[in-house]
């Protein structure tokens, strides 16, 4: 074995070792049955958005804010105690949004006051 390179079987233990460790570090768990259903946004002024959060662990979502009209679609997953929607592409609005189930709701923070997704 030459010097400064490591064998590709030594590479491969400390890749898989490294991917051990991550999955241990991170707090996602599957997307619970019982939170899967379509919600609809209430306690927002001038907003309307309806999400469906599909068992298998998927989502659709719409947000209407005056004359913008978004959709999305992606993953969900339970992140530390709350749903994490996931989307990809170069308008992914629902990347990064978490909800966090409470009672009937599902509670978003919309930067300047809390909206409520409720189960329909």
Known sequence: MARGKPSSRCARLALA???LILAACTNTSPPPRELAGRYELIGVMEMGSQLL???????EAVLYYG???I????????VDGQIELRERGPR???????LKPHGNCLLVNMDTSTGCYRRR
Do not use: K, N, V, Y
């Not at 959060?53 to 989502?59: D, K, P, R, V």
């Not at 959709?71 to 339970?78: I, T, V």
């Open 17 to 19: 070792a490294l991917a």
């Open 53 to 59: 959060l599909q068992e298998q662990g998927t989502f």
């Open 67 to 69: 004359s913008l009209d």
């Open 71 to 78: 959709q999305g679609r992606g993953h969900w997953a339970m």
């Open 92 to 98: 992914a609005f629902f990347d990064g949004m978490r």
